[in-house]
């Protein structure tokens, strides 16, 4: 439940507590005003009556004077009801006892002398009555409460329809109120919610969103929210200008430090070659040679890596928007992506023949923009992981599809021993070795699925994996795909 509603509710709970205990209240001391004011005319009533009765003790005590129409006057006589009658309440006719039911004699034959006045209910109606004794009789008097009870009737009706009425009143005012109060609140949370869709992980962000001024004044409660948010986005802006401006350096150096040693290892490389063609060497020297030319071609492989993911990071942190570098160095020229993988599968069949390789490609062109030679590396790279980690006999499905106007997407598919689900996570983080993880021969840097990562998304591209590690004999299944922006 929102606090609007929370607040309304609260709101016209107490104000229908309070019109319920006023209602009470004027209620009770209406009715002890009436009950009292219609024992007084009772007394008065009497009073006639016994004046009557003193005067004339054989007459009739309902023939008293100015006796209000509805009366019920009576005298007791043995046990049961004498001389006496009821008024007719409308045309003013004196019925006898014969009016009265049998219960009802019962009633008022039981009333009690000299107590304060009682209500009955009457077959005629209800009657507060009273019983008083005159010489050697019994005097019993009542007048209708059907005037005092219409008039608590319409007291009730009037409490209720006034108390509805206001209770509506003060919803619908409340609401309007409190919305307009709770609009400061609905305003900064407008920009925590703006904030909190914003990609922070994603580079350099520039987080621009501030709660206005005047919804950010201390001394109330919106004001108080919205200056403590101005100041955690503050705190939240210096964070990622620092982390940016670390990246950066970061990013600096490693492209500096890669291109800087592609010189002193390709000298390594020459000088190593020379030494091996012109020099003879024992047999322990020539392998000593031959570990020292294959590191330092390894070596070169890795500083190669490094600069191209230096030089990705760059172009992508000068484009927030990916689209804008799907062109990347070749200017964004048209690749088929078709031929580029079929050329690629081709190689791999005839490097790695221990595996088995398929190839679904479609018998039409299926084109992206981008750079050919890093979108090959892409093919490459996917390719070599399936042949480094999976054993020998693996079966290896490569599938290019184009899906209408959408993205066309590229699978790598293999049946090896899948990935733990520990590590699959993070296979797409720079030098995170896989040989834990799957079986194979060759050595890896590590930096071969987070190059792939990186060229993806630079054209504009994303990457997923999928595994399902071997159990029980089972063949396991690993699948990436990479879904491309079509050609136009």
Known sequence: MSLRTRMLLALVAMLALICLVIGLITQTVMRSQLYGQLDSELAQATQRAEDVQRGFPNGNPLSAPGQASGTLSFLVTGDRLGVGGVLDSTTGKHHTVSLLSPDDQRELLSTPLGREPQSLELSIGDYR???????????????????????????????????????????????????????????????????????????????????????????????????????????????????????????????????????????????????????????????????????SRRMGSLVDDLLLLARLDERKARHDDASAAAGGPGGGAVVDLSRLVVEEAADFQVTAPSHTWELDVPAEAVETRGDEAQLRQVVANLLANARKHTPEGTRVTVRLTARGNGPLALTVSDDGDGITADFLPHVFERFTRADAARSGSDGTTGLGLPIVKAIVEAHGGSIDVTSRRREDGRPGRTTFEVRLPLAG
């Open 129 to 295: 009555v009273s019983a008083s004794r005159i010489d050697d009789a019994v005097l019993i008097m009542g007048l209708p409460e059907s005037r005092t009870q219409t008039t608590l009737d319409q007291l009730t009706w009037t409490i209720l329809v006034v108390s509805f009425a206001g209770l509506t009143a003060t919803a619908l005012l409340g609401s309007v109120i409190v919305r307009r109060s709770l609009k400061p609140l609905e305003r900064v949370s407008a920009v925590a919610t703006h904030v909190s869709n914003l990609e922070l992980d994603a580079g350099r962000v520039q987080v621009a969103e501030r709660v206005a001024a005047d919804d950010a004044v201390p001394g109330t409660e919106a004001g108080n929210v919205g200056h403590a948010l101005n100041g955690l986005l503050d705190n939240v802006t210096s964070a990622l200008e620092a982390r940016q401006a670390s990246e950066e350096k970061l990013r600096q150096f490693v492209g500096d430090a890669s291109h800087e040693l592609r010189t002193p290892l390709a000298a390594v490389r020459g000088y190593s070659e020379l030494v091996n063609a012109t020099e003879h060497l024992s047999d322990d020297g020539r392998t000593a040679m031959s570990r020292v030319l294959d590191q």
